[in-house]
């Protein structure tokens, strides 16, 4: 998934320096690091109870991708970078070569992380990334107790 994290962007915004952008920065700044991962959780699973987006909330640019790809990704402007106004969440979408594609998968995105910023601890996205945690971990311990299983056979 090539969306960059929010520090990375506050970083890039910091070199524009266009007023427009400040709030948003001043905000970003002023999030706890305790939040931070709660958007990293974003991107992951589809969830049925998320808050809804207007397009009156977007402001949406079309920006030449990166990465991999050669003169196919540096000479088209299929990157889709959203953000939502009111929280200054921001989105950066460049997977498929297709604009109409990206921009639904930066919108679906740009939802979860919306939901996440308001609703926190209490949104789906973020229980089922605890869920999907918890659920690792537990395969961790089985695969860990078989391994001392097979370590007390041999020595038998």
Not at 25 to 33: A, P, T
Not at 73 to 100: A, M, Y
Not at 101 to 127: C, H, M, P, T
Request: a positive charge; aromatic letters at 6%.
């Amino acid at each position: 998934m090539n969306v960059p994290s929010l520090l990375h962007f506050t970083f890039l915004l910091r070199q524009a320096r266009t007023a427009s952008w400040r709030p948003w920065i001043l905000r970003k700044q002023q999030l706890s690091l305790l939040r931070m991962p709660l958007f990293q959780a974003a991107g992951k699973k589809n969830s049925l109870n998320l808050l809804g987006l207007t397009e009156a909330e977007l402001e949406e640019q079309f920006v030449r991708g990166d990465g991999p790809g050669g003169q196919a990704t540096n000479k088209t402007s299929n990157c889709v970078v959203l953000k939502h106004v009111p929280s200054g969440i921001v989105v950066k979408c460049h997977q498929t070569r297709s604009v109409e594609q990206n921009r639904k998968i930066a919108r679906k995105i740009l939802q979860e992380k919306v939901d996440l910023f308001y609703k926190g601890e209490d949104s789906d996205v973020f229980k089922e990334k605890k869920a999907a945690e918890k659920k690792k971990q537990e395969k961790k311990r089985r695969a860990k107790e078989n391994l001392e299983r097979k370590k007390q056979f041999k020595e038998m």
